[in-house]
């Protein structure tokens, strides 16, 4: 769908001057396409006729797009807590949407249960996604003249974009093109956040923890399955993750609504994580971050 090579802009936060990949501009209005693309035309490559999906919205929407592109039928399990605007969008891509009770846990069970019968276009655990989201590094380091950016702020859920950006650099620094991977920094929702909890810790996986409620539904994520890949992506790039709170993802929504971004409440929880990086201090380095979702998909969530 012409997809990619969205705009990197540059906005003054907290008196530091960061670039922003506008990636709400994608085609379903969430960065998650750049995966869909790659996971979906695989799929076609191989012929397949139907896939499940699981997600909490935004990667079905993405799934179920590329899939009607495709002419692939789809089944998205989602968590019946989902943002309605989300799933009006699943089914208006022609895709069945199966609504779970529960946590977005059970929802995956669910999928799983299916993907035993159907091909699973999972986001999460098939690794064409990642070659999909990847672009957003080689895109970044293109609009900053075949520069990598010392720091990104990034958000982490199950850490698709996140581990798609890392491996992005790796390639890039492999290839001789880079001279240092940039040093990675991930945002989690403080009332769901285990890999910052393992990452404090210092353990090489993650454990249970007790999930709250978030407005952030997008990256509410208890039990990421690539975790173990996340925390050594950190460690390898001299990067931490960040907790923030259901306030500072409100301030955050707001004052970018003011700067003229409409984004979705999972997207500005990646902005209170920038806003915390930044702290107070002036920064020389370059910092790149990212806004990954659009507010309209949400925007009953934020009434
Ligand atoms: C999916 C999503 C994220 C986080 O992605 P993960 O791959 O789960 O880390 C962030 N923002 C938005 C808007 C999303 O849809």
């Not at 999928?111 to 990847?134: D, V």
């Not at 460690?235 to 993750?241: K, L, P, S």
């Given at each position: 769908?012409?997809e ?7 906005i003054d936060?907290?008196g530091?001057?960061v ?16 995966g ?38 789809c089944?998205?399990?989602?968590p ?13 891509y ?14 995956a ?28 590094a ?46 990675l920094?991930?945002?989690?929702s ?36 690539r975790?173990?890949q996340?925390l050594e992506?950190i ?7 960040l ?30 994580g ?9 920064h020389?380095?370059?910092v790149?971050?990212?806004l ?12």
């Open positions: 769908m012409n990619g090579f969205t705009p990197l802009e540059g936060l907290n530091n001057c670039l922003l990949k506008i990636d709400y501009l994608f085609p379903t209005g969430s960065y998650k396409d750049r869909a693309t790659v996971l979906i035309s695989k799929m076609k490559e191989w012929g397949v006729q139907k896939v499940v999906e699981d997600s909490s919205g935004n990667a079905g929407s993405a799934i179920a797009a590329y899939c009607a592109k495709t002419g692939i039928e089944d998205i399990y989602v019946q807590y989902t943002s309605p605007g989300k799933l009006v969008q699943i089914q208006a022609g895709a069945t949407l199966k609504r779970v009770k529960g946590s977005r846990e059970r929802t069970e669910k999928a799983m249960e299916a993907a035993s019968k159907i091909p699973y276009a999972s986001h999460c655990w098939n690794p064409f996604f990642l070659h999909g989201t990847k672009t957003f080689f895109e970044v380091w293109e609009q900053m003249d075949w520069r990598a950016p010392d720091t990104l702020v990034l958000p982490i859920g199950h850490g698709t974009l996140f581990l798609g950006v890392y491996m992005g650099f790796k390639e890039l620094k492999e290839a001789g093109r880079i001279k240092r991977i940039p040093k920094v991930g945002v989690q403080a009332s769901c956040a285990p890999l910052y909890q393992a990452f404090k810790k210092g353990w090489k996986e993650t454990k249970q923890i007790e999930k709250r409620e978030t407005i952030a539904e997008g990256i509410a994520i208890a039990e990421p399955v975790g173990k996340i992506a460690r390898d790039t001299d990067g931490e993750i907790a923030v709170t259901e306030n500072e993802i409100g301030v955050a929504l707001k004052e970018m609504g003011r700067k003229g971004h409409f984004i979705e409440p999972t997207s500005a929880a990646t902005i209170a920038l806003k915390k990086y930044l702290g107070k201090k002036r020389k380095e370059t790149v971050s990212t990954t979702g659009m507010g309209l998909k949400s925007a009953g969530k934020m009434l």
